[in-house]
């Protein structure tokens, strides 16, 4: 299957002289396998989430491509099986929402109902449609506030072509497929000789050369996790193959598929007791580590101590940058989320849509020749950020906003950073107003300590001639004046 390398770069070239993407960069099948950089093992792993499916649509040769340019430590994958037996890389049990197969006449009368993990589900299913008759359709992006520009142009590939793409990357690429939905899959698609999906899944493993236990040194050469969300299929192939497996737990309120069980059973120290022995990690949904209430964090569960305390990873999902999913805490920056789950939660690898947000972090933070790290502003600012914490303190229980600036006139003393003209320089627009309110002394606090270079305001003056900091001429929008009636009559035109 390596030649199918060949047919990728083509492919990619045909795609790219039809639309406006930026090219990729050195592909897979033009590098010297033999010179390929080792996995890092130094820190925690960037897994990209069906691929760099924040740009592409997820799960296809592109997404996978990019993920690797954008420095990608594995790439995942979910495994579902045709009508026919054929393994595919597809999340959903059917096809509705990521291919064009609503536009595909010929395939109108497939439509079934179908239980899937106890709930009735309508669509065109996987199962229902051969390899060839796959071919023919064409992925689109899951959300539609994506890029939507590669809709009807990547087609779905199957696992072996996935492998192919790890295989005859320029660095040592790790795999990470998921057995997905077995208990459906088992039920709908029979394979020669009683062999089970879970089976057929190993076998081509097998076939391309990964069956070693984790941090192995073939391991390395050829890295691989299994997932699933079903503990039986785990145990099954156990006796198959020695490769590293992570049991995937999801929502608290979802019982496994298999076994039905709770999440309360599942996360259990008998429980994690029992399944350590044939796993090496838990791979669970965010929310069931850090509780959410009304979009902010909750204080942490001890699912990530109690996990480590049993020799577990735990590799959370799923990080995405757009601000649908980042939770208030974070203010719409991923970068802050990241450093969140990374340095405070602890976690040992983190499954993004967004490959090359969460490596470009993690060489900022740990980087994995550090003569290329640059300073932190974090580390910058140890002493200001003690100072900082103590004057919101002030301002948050009513203290006048001017005793923090005298307080800091009083306190900021001794040799001071130089500022940086190196770079472009980075201007805190209206202080840090994603977080606090526009043109207050709380926002440009946090604009110091989040490394800002420069602080920006606008400047007013009010009827005696004070001059102020406010972008709008009016107060309205940016004030609480609407609540004074002491000033009702001011309004003018």
Not at 120 to 138: A, K, P, S, Y
Not at 307 to 312: K, S, Y
Request: glycine letters at 6%; a negative charge; aromatic letters at 12%.
């Amino acid at each position: 299957m390596i030649e199918f390398a060949g047919i990728i770069a083509f492919s990619l070239l045909l795609l790219f002289v039809d639309c406006g993407a930026r090219s990729l960069n050195a592909l897979p099948s033009k590098q010297n396998k033999r010179s390929r950089k080792p996995l890092q093992t130094s820190r925690p792993y960037n897994i990209a989430h069906r691929g760099s499916s924040g740009e592409f649509p997820e799960e296809t040769t592109a997404a996978y491509l990019r993920a690797i340019e954008e420095g990608a430590d594995f790439l995942e994958t979910d495994i579902l099986a045709t009508k026919d037996g054929v393994l595919i890389c597809h999340h959903d049990v059917n096809l509705d929402e990521t291919s064009d197969i609503a536009s595909h006449k010929e395939f109108a009368g497939r439509k079934r109902t179908y239980e899937v993990h106890g709930v009735n589900i309508t669509g065109f299913f996987v199962v229902d449609f051969t390899w060839e008759e796959l071919q023919t359709l064409r992925a689109i992006q899951r959300f539609a506030f994506r890029d939507q520009q590669y809709n009807g142009k990547l087609p779905i590939i199957t696992f072996e072509e996935f492998i192919a793409i790890a295989l005859a990357a320029p660095r040592v690429i790790g795999i990470y497929p998921e057995i997905k939905n077995p208990v459906f899959v088992n039920k709908h698609v029979k394979w020669p000789n009683g062999k089970k999906f879970e089976d057929v899944f190993v076998d081509t493993l097998k076939k391309y050369g990964y069956n070693s236990s984790y941090l192995s040194e073939d391991w390395l050469k050829q890295p691989c996790f299994i997932q699933s969300f079903a503990p039986t299929s785990l145990v099954h192939i156990s006796n198959q193959t020695d490769l590293p497996k992570i049991f995937l737990i999801d929502h608290v309120t979802v019982l496994t598929e298999d076994t039905n069980q709770t999440y309360a059973e599942i996360t259990s120290d008998v429980y994690l007791d029992y399944i350590k022995k044939y796993i090496v990690g838990i791979g669970p949904s965010k929310d069931m580590i850090v509780p959410v209430v009304n979009n902010y964090l909750q204080l942490p569960t001890s699912l990530v101590d109690r996990a480590h305390a049993h020799d577990l990873q735990v590799h959370p999902y799923t990080y995405r940058n757009e601000n649908q999913f980042l939770r208030f805490d974070f203010h719409q920056d991923p970068y802050a989320e990241y450093d969140y789950w990374i340095n405070k939660i602890g976690v040992d690898g983190l499954l993004t849509d967004f490959t090359g947000s969460l490596y470009r972090f993690q060489e900022w933070t740990s980087p994995l020749n550090p003569r290329d790290a640059d300073d932190n502003p974090k580390e910058q600012f140890t002493m200001f950020a003690g100072l900082l914490a103590f004057s919101l303190l002030l301002l948050f229980v009513g203290c006048d906003c001017r005793s923090v600036v005298k307080l800091l006139s009083k306190e900021i003393k001794g040799p001071r950073h130089p500022l940086q003209t190196s770079c472009p320089y980075n201007i805190a627009h209206r202080g840090f107003s994603g977080e606090f309110s526009k043109e207050t002394a709380a926002a440009y606090l946090r604009a110091i300590q989040a490394g800002a270079d420069f602080i920006e305001t606008d400047i007013l003056a009010t009827k005696d001639g004070v001059l102020i900091c406010h972008h709008d001429v009016n107060p309205d929008d940016t004030s609480d004046i609407a609540l004074h009636e002491e000033f009702a009559d001011r309004k003018r035109t």
